[in-house]
């Protein structure tokens, strides 16, 4: 059993039609038929969206979004059309809400490794493979992969487990010539952004992509490159071998799993509200990763 511990009741706002409650975002359609997705400051872990909401985050997401959509503007266009707030949106929209082109979504996480981590390393000590692809022997917990790789998953609903498949099983399920170009476009975005971030003192070891066709034309969508979908490891701090200190909700995963918590999260009892502590260390955490990336301040 996992998804909210007690899911929102999505807000009506006139001139809006309510869509969908996903584990952060809020998406609706507006009269002309364009999307409004709304970061909220709801936060997960292990397949959980929990109580306690961490500040500022619905905002540090949508403006960390927006300064990568312009950096990889050359490499595929976005799906942003506006940032202005619908009308009668309340106040505390402003700041986290994206007016947004309706696309014909591909299924598919897009997902580019160029560190072994995460479920890709759990595949690897077993097979010495991720989705399928071989990697070569004697690489440990954050190893630099020999180069980045694309390793796609299935779309899974709140609460389930995205699941790692193989690049021809994208093929079959998308046709080839699809697969193809999420394949590249995914590479090309995250070599872009591997190299910035690197300039910046920060390791972009994973992170995934969701696109959708314009008519005939692959078009990036949703977040790029935020704490909440992608793994960042400041750089003076790796060391393979171990796992990475990170600018995301380590913090929380942590607190949930020791002891202080005493949440059981092999369980069917749902987490438990985060201490003060936990919620203020990781909201600096989201500041601290879109300050060093954008080069900033986020006051």
């Not at 479920?119 to 690897?124: I, M, R, T, V």
């Not at 790029?224 to 960042?232: K, Y």
């Amino acid at each position: 059993m996992s998804g909210f511990v007690e899911k929102p009741e999505p807000l009506q706002v006139p001139g809006l039609v309510h869509l969908h409650t996903g584990k952060v975002r809020d998406l609706y359609r507006n009269e002309a038929g364009d999307l409004v997705m709304v970061a909220s400051d709801r936060i997960s872990a292990y397949d959980w969206v929990l109580p306690t909401e961490i500040p500022d985050k619905g905002r540090v997401l949508t403006r960390l979004s927006l300064w990568w959509f312009e950096q990889l503007a050359d490499l595929a266009p976005n799906h942003v059309l506006s940032t202005e707030l619908p009308e009668h949106a309340p106040a505390d929209w402003a700041g986290r809400t994206l007016i947004c082109k309706s696309l014909r979504m591909v299924p598919v996480e897009c997902v580019a490794r160029g560190y072994l981590t995460g479920s890709g390393l759990a595949e690897y000590q077993e097979s010495r493979t991720v989705c399928g692809l071989a990697l070569p022997e004697g690489l440990v917990d954050g190893s630099e992969l020999p180069a980045p790789i694309f390793t796609p998953a299935t779309k899974a609903e709140v609460g389930e487990h995205d699941e790692n498949v193989s690049y021809e099983e994208v093929a079959r399920q998308v046709g080839a010539d699809t697969a193809a170009r999420l394949r590249q476009t995914t590479l090309a975005v995250y070599s872009r952004a591997r190299d910035i971030a690197r300039d910046r003192g920060i390791v972009l070891a994973d992170t995934k992509f969701e696109f959708g066709f314009d008519g005939d034309t692959l078009v990036l969508a949703d977040e790029v490159l935020t704490p909440d979908s992608s793994r960042f490891w400041p750089t003076d701090q790796w060391q393979p071998g171990r796992a990475q200190p990170s600018y995301d909700k380590q913090f929380v995963r942590d607190w949930l799993t020791s002891p202080a918590s005493g949440w059981d999260r092999r369980g069917e009892q749902p987490p438990p509200a985060l201490p003060v502590e936990v919620v203020e260390s990781t909201r600096a955490k989201y500041l601290e990763a879109y300050e060093r990336l954008t080069g900033t301040s986020w006051t």
